[in-house]
């Protein structure tokens, strides 16, 4: 359906993610909200489904500012090298919203074509948990309208994945799916936050929104 009609995928998945919100014994919205939950979302903007081709990198290639890096506590804990799934990737120790870090390899970058001009964002494999892809960001709405934390945009191990673009190698980011951690609901759940090479100096005004 997002293929061909991606406005009508993107309300359909709205309204599922609501209804299980509401309805789902393992929601993290507390069960005495749970009744009355309605989500809120940006409106759709098609300018903000875009494609980006997955390109190896290493430590080097991450953004470097050292504004943007006092926003999280990432820390690289193997050099590269290591094999990851697609790439040889960077392992790196992402915070945890409950404390600790998580470990995940970066298995490489995308260049995503905003109007305003690309932004670089980390991709990531999830070593534990389920596997799969992983790209968390925060952006300018941050604190605002979305949790101060951020958002997630893809997240295999949850089929938060639209899956692969027009040209070898890319992937299809629609950011009017980008999402809530469960943490964003209740503090109790635990959640890998975005690094700072995540963080983008602009307001992503699609997907899930808190306020």
């Not at 990737?89 to 970058?109: D, N, Y």
């Amino acid at each position: 359906m997002a293929a061909d009609d991606p406005e009508r995928a993107w309300q359909t998945w709205r309204e599922t993610r609501e209804t299980l919100y509401r309805t789902h014994p393992e929601s993290p919205v507390l069960p005495e909200r749970r009744a009355a939950f309605r989500a809120l979302h940006f409106p759709y903007d098609p300018a903000l489904r875009l494609e980006a081709v997955v390109e190896a990198g290493g430590e080097d290639d991450a953004p470097a500012d050292p504004g943007i890096a006092a926003a999280s506590d990432a820390t690289v804990i193997a050099a590269p090298g290591l094999t990851g799934p697609a790439f040889g990737g960077l392992t790196l120790a992402l915070p945890v919203s409950t404390g600790g870090q998580e470990e995940l390899t970066r298995i490489g970058f995308v260049d995503v074509p905003f109007a305003t001009g690309n932004r670089r964002l980390g991709v990531y494999w999830m070593a534990g948990y389920a596997g799969g892809l992983f790209l968390p960001f925060r952006d300018a709405t941050n604190n605002r309208e979305t949790y101060g934390a951020g958002r997630y945009l893809l997240d295999t191990a949850k089929s938060a994945d639209l899956g692969p673009g027009r040209m070898p190698g890319s992937l299809v980011l629609d950011f009017n799916f980008a999402f809530h951690p469960s943490c964003a609901f209740d503090p109790k759940w635990s959640c890998p936050l975005a690094p700072p090479e995540n963080v983008l100096d602009l307001r992503i005004e699609a997907g899930e929104r808190l306020a």
